[in-house]
């Protein structure tokens, strides 16, 4: 089975400052892990994924996540925020061989100016 | 040109109505889903279809009833709606799994309003 847990359902960051979101996962088998942005009356669009090879991802818009398998985390980063940042951040794991895509609660992002 | 499109984007009903949502994705993808978003925005995976065969059934009240008339269509339809059903309806669809590593493309939503 698998299961996804997303620390701080909101978290604020001032313009320029570092991002930091945080993703943990449990899964019985290889995961697959992938970062998901939803704007506000919006579907949901696909930030990076990890699937096997180099451990560090990077995605759109300046984010990258790094896969730790020891510590079972997938945290999201970007050095510098940006206004238009401002969204909810979704974690998803889906085990190999799997067709279930498991999501996270959500982190909603504020950018302070 | 939309890889996954719903209709329609809005609903407003009463209670007890039945209602139905529309998906269709134009990417050539084998799988279909169905997520509930609700006014959290915890998102819930409801059915899924890999071409046209039901695969994920989750604990969902039997009033909702997918259909897969082929593999780029997946419909939901939700009989005697209730309060608890207003919420966000994603389709999206995957490529599928085996050695297929692909993320989930998600459609625009279909916000349900229950009177």
């Known amino acids: 089975a698998q299961s996804v847990t997303q620390l701080g359902s909101h978290v604020s960051v001032s313009e320029g400052a570092l991002v930091l979101l945080r993703c943990n996962y449990s899964?019985?088998?290889?995961?697959?892990l992938f970062w998901y942005v939803q704007y506000p009356n919006q579907g949901l669009q696909l930030l990076l994924k990890?699937?096997?090879?180099?451990?560090l991802v990077k995605g759109i818009n300046g984010f990258e996540a790094e896969f730790k398998k020891s510590e079972t985390s997938f945290h999201l980063t970007k050095p510098s925020a940006h206004m238009s940042d401002a969204a909810e951040y979704f974690c998803?794991?889906?085990?190999?061989?799997?067709?279930?895509?498991?999501f996270g609660t959500g982190t909603r992002l504020k950018v302070l100016a | 040109d939309t890889a996954v499109s719903q209709t329609p984007k809005y609903l407003v009903t009463q209670m007890g109505n039945d209602k139905s949502i529309k998906c269709e994705q134009n990417?050539?993808?084998?799988?279909m889903y169905w997520y509930k978003q609700d006014s959290k925005k915890f998102l819930k995976i409801m059915f899924s279809?890999?071409?046209?065969?039901?695969?994920i059934n989750e604990t969902v009240p039997n009033r909702f009833s997918p259909k897969s008339p082929d593999k780029a269509h997946l419909n939901l339809h939700i009989n005697s709606l209730e309060l608890g059903d207003s919420a966000v309806y994603f389709c999206?669809?995957?490529?599928?799994?085996?050695?297929?590593?692909?993320?989930?493309?998600f459609g625009e939503g279909s916000r349900l309003t229950v009177l």
């Open positions: 999206a669809s995957s490529q599928g799994v085996g050695t297929n590593t692909g993320e989930l493309f």
């Open positions: 899964s019985s088998v290889p995961p697959y």
């Open positions: 998803a794991v889906r085990g190999s061989g799997t067709y279930k895509y498991i």
């Open positions: 279809y890999n071409n046209k065969e039901l695969i």
């Open positions: 990417l050539g993808h084998d799988t």
């Open positions: 990890y699937t096997t090879g180099a451990t």
